[in-house]
């Protein structure tokens, strides 16, 4: 387990990549969500809040290990990056603005089954989320920032043969992304309540009063049909990689990862083993 962010604020975004809820069979879970627009995310949820009283205070990322709750828990990872980013708030408690500092590699393990909230399905206790120890530096959360260039892509190493898990894609393909992402973040936060799927995020932001670092998961890419169908057991290795598309291709990432290759300059690699 790594301790990097355990003072930072845990959220995720739902439905910020096309398709993505309906392969995984959550797409009911939000059919009473209204958005302004159709391929607007369907809301934030939380799986971290330190000093909370709940499941939701309890430190669920790694940078090694994926611990399953049991052996036959329907349980598949999440292939996506995480901004870290600051928050400044106003004295009556409003988000003011967003400022995201770097991007990595995360795991967004998710259990399917039916549950009331969101962020149920999202820590079940330690080690139940995973984190790249490598965050790169946003130098602009623009179109003409860096981040502009870069992929994301996975992988599932069961019984040493590796399978794509989830699709390559262009980080630029999120359905929300750069300046639209953080005024639509920031809206969210102050205003999201309590209904259906989602949580009211300021009553939760006011548990943690004096913590302004956050941790935001932007969505869960597409499955390939491999992944799609396919949960996770002990001994599977997971390997979700970010990386410049400007130097390198799927094919040299398929390389890295066959020959367990994990570090280079323009990626942040993330490799999990999972155990009960």
């Given at each position: ?115 009331a909230k969101i962020s149920m399905k999202?820590?079940w206790g330690e080690c139940s989320k ?124 398929l390389s890295k990862v066959s020959r ?17």
């Amino acid at each position: 387990m790594s301790e990097i962010y355990k003072n930072y604020l845990g959220f995720g975004i739902a439905g910020n990549f096309a398709l993505h809820l309906k392969q995984a069979g959550e797409l009911e879970d939000f059919k009473e969500i209204a958005t302004k627009e159709e391929s607007a995310p369907k809301g934030i949820f939380p799986f971290y809040i330190p000093k909370d009283k709940t499941f939701l205070g309890v430190y669920p990322l790694s940078t090694e290990i994926i611990k399953l709750p049991n052996a036959d828990a329907k349980v598949q990872a999440e292939p996506e990056i995480a901004l870290v980013c600051k928050f400044a708030f106003d004295d009556n408690n409003n988000l003011l603005d967003i400022t995201p500092t770097h991007f990595t590699a995360f795991n967004d393990v998710s259990i399917r089954e039916k549950r009331a909230k969101i962020s149920m399905k999202k820590n079940w206790g330690e080690c139940s989320k995973g984190v790249s120890g490598t965050a790169i530096e946003i130098d602009s959360f623009t179109k003409e920032g860096e981040i502009e260039y870069f992929h994301i892509a996975s992988f599932l190493r069961r019984d040493e043969n590796l399978y794509r898990y989830g699709e390559d894609v262009a980080v630029s393909n999120y359905s929300y992304f750069n300046e639209k992402l953080l005024e639509w973040m920031k809206n969210q936060i102050n205003t999201q309540i309590d209904f259906g799927p989602l949580e009211d995020l300021k009553t939760l932001l006011s548990r943690s009063p004096d913590i302004s670092d956050a941790l935001i998961t932007i969505g869960s890419t597409r499955y390939t049909s491999y992944g799609e169908s396919m949960f996770l057991q002990e001994g599977d290795e997971v390997i979700v990689a970010v990386y410049d598309g400007r130097q390198y291709c799927q094919n040299n990432i398929l390389s890295k990862v066959s020959r367990k290759e994990y570090e280079g300059k323009g990626i942040s690699m993330l490799v999990q083993k999972v155990v009960l």
